[in-house]
Antibody
Framework: EVQLVESGGGLVQPGGSLRLSCAASGFTFSDRYMDWVRQAPGKGLEWVGRIRRKVDSYTTEYAASVKGRFTISRDDATNSLYLEMNSLNTEDTAVYFC?????????????WGQGTLVIVSS | DIQMTQSPSAMSASVGDRVTITCRASQGISDYLAWFQQRPGKAPKCLIDAANKLQSGVPSRFSGSGSGTEFTLTISSLQPEDFATYYCLQHKGYPPTFGQGTKVEIK
């Protein structure tokens, strides 16, 4: 069974940092692009960023709203995905979902984790 | 960025009703369009990809159509478990963008 399990969410002060993790299982993690998508309380879905595979040099893409503050990385040896978040502000408060994607033009976001809540507040 | 406009933003319907949700792209996206269902407190689930391809395990009462800038998600006979929020997603390029969502509530 394909599973994505996020962890690391919590309460952080504005300007602070937090690192989210995602443990993947049930599929060949190294073969897939991986994404982060977030959802502010009561709001819609917002794509955060993507990391490609080793064969793609682990290149990344980011939403303009997080570029320069957030960093996505992965460890294929442990089937783990990470989101390093710096300079957090209240607008970053959201549930963060770890999402599996295909490598082509279709089947983006085909499997989602249950999400982890990040609250940025003083 | 490509903007995705969904309509309606919310609707009330009864079990057995036919429901249609529309998504309009600000520029042509071919068929790089997916539909997601999100139940309260749960993660989104992909229903349809490539505008009209039903994902494995998704009931056949769900269907998608469209190409270019205009897309529809149709539920042919609404079931109790279908009351949820639905999102479209364009993935023609970066950044991928979602519609604002359509909440389907019980009438």
């Amino acid at each position: 069974e394909v599973q994505l399990v996020e962890s690391g969410g919590g309460l952080v002060q504005p300007g602070g940092s937090l690192r989210l993790s995602c443990a993947a299982s049930g599929f060949t993690f190294s073969d897939r692009y991986m994404d982060w998508v977030r959802q502010a309380p009561g709001k819609g879905l917002e794509w955060v960023g993507r990391i490609r595979r080793k064969v793609d040099s682990y290149t990344t893409e980011y939403a303009a709203s997080v570029k320069g503050r957030f960093t996505i990385s992965r460890d294929d040896a442990t089937n783990s995905l990470y989101l390093e978040m710096n300079s957090l502000n209240t607008e970053d408060t959201a549930v963060y979902f770890c999402v599996r994607s295909a490598t082509g033009w279709y089947n983006w976001f085909d499997t989602w984790g249950q999400g982890t809540l990040v609250i940025v507040s003083s | 960025d490509i903007q995705m406009t969904q309509s309606p933003s919310a609707m009330s319907a009864s079990v057995g009703d036919r429901v249609t949700i529309t998504c309009r792209a600000s520029q042509g996206i071919s068929d790089y369009l997916a539909w997601f269902q999100q139940r309260p407190g749960k993660a989104p689930k992909c229903l349809i990809d490539a505008a009209n391809k039903l994902q494995s395990g998704v009931p056949s009462r769900f269907s998608g159509s469209g190409s270019g800038t205009e897309f529809t998600l149709t539920i042919s006979s609404l079931q109790p478990e279908d009351f949820a929020t639905y999102y479209c997603l364009q993935h023609k390029g970066y950044p991928p963008t979602f519609g604002q969502g359509t909440k389907v509530e019980i009438k």
